[in-house]
């Protein structure tokens, strides 16, 4: 068992799910939607950002899900949900009232004891900025402990985007430097941001490399691309993190689904540091 599954194995819920209210649902796009979560009995989560939890739904089985939202917002949770297969379709149709088996959470979390004092560059592509919201949001709440945050998103097109309404606080806000980009916009005459990759924002950037980490969560194909970017930015494998997509499908290094090498990602990830996986085959 890792240090991370043994300090896992104290929690109620690690095994038998935990009914959950659905508080509020939001519909972020067409094929996304923000689900507001409440434990029994006002219980919090206890996760860090970065962590995700298993999703349960009788007759349709367990999904794992990355919490959406920071720890420092507490009386709810939240979880963005993509309709991809039938349990997160299912989900979609339920109604606020109705409730849902949370297991978790679980996963090695952003360590933002190691980013106090930093400089973040915070990147995301897709429905990675589900998981980094719970970052950013812990940034917001946390000013003092960060130098100058900066966000980079890049997504589809405009209607892919995520969080439409936090992306207008996070560009209005003094803290956060925010940039988005699609990769097409015909026809989209409201769209005001840039065309091309999310890689196109980083160079114009200025980076104070000792004193920058950069944080990279999107679909595994935007890896290789963003971190080349970054080092020629002056950045160290030692100064990026990455959260990696697997099918986690038990949460606690047991059924060895995740597997990276010798390496679980539901318990020593989702969250790493490049120079941790850096050779590991299949990694990235």
Wanted: include cysteine.
């Amino acid at each position: 068992m890792t240090k991370n599954s043994a300090h896992q194995a104290d929690r109620p819920s690690i095994f038998a799910p935990l009914d959950c209210r659905i508080e509020a649902i939001t519909e972020l796009t067409a094929q996304e939607k923000l689900f507001r979560l409440a434990l029994p009995a006002g219980a919090e989560l206890g996760h860090r950002p970065g962590q995700f939890v298993q999703v349960s739904l009788l007759g349709y089985g367990e999904a794992p899900i990355s919490v959406s939202s920071s720890p420092t917002r507490s009386g709810c949770f939240e979880l963005g949900v993509r309709r991809a297969g039938s349990l997160t379709s299912a989900l979609h149709r339920m109604q606020v009232g109705q409730k849902v088996g949370i297991r978790g959470p679980f996963g090695r979390p952003f360590e933002t004891e190691k980013m106090t004092g930093k400089d973040l560059l915070l990147i995301s592509g897709g429905c990675g900025m589900a998981p980094l919201r719970s970052l950013i949001q812990y940034c917001e709440d946390r000013p003092e402990l960060f130098g100058r945050l900066s966000i980079l998103y890049g997504a589809k097109s405009p209607a892919d985007l995520l969080f439409k309404d936090d992306i207008r606080l996070w560009e209005a806000s003094e803290r956060f430097a925010c940039s988005t980009t699609v990769d097409q916009a015909a026809g989209q005459s409201c769209y005001e941001g840039q065309v091309g990759q999310v890689t196109r924002l980083i160079p114009a950037l200025e980076v104070e490399p000792k004193r920058t980490v950069a944080v990279v969560v999107g679909p595994p194909a935007m890896y290789r691309f963003v971190i080349d970017a970054l080092m020629r930015k002056g950045l160290g494998q030692e100064q990026i993190v990455v959260s990696l997509e697997r099918y986690m499908r038990c949460g606690i290094g047991k059924c060895g689904h995740c597997t990276i090498d010798h390496l679980y990602c539901c318990t020593d990830g989702p969250v790493f540091w490049l120079n941790e996986i850096s050779g590991l085959p299949g990694a990235l």
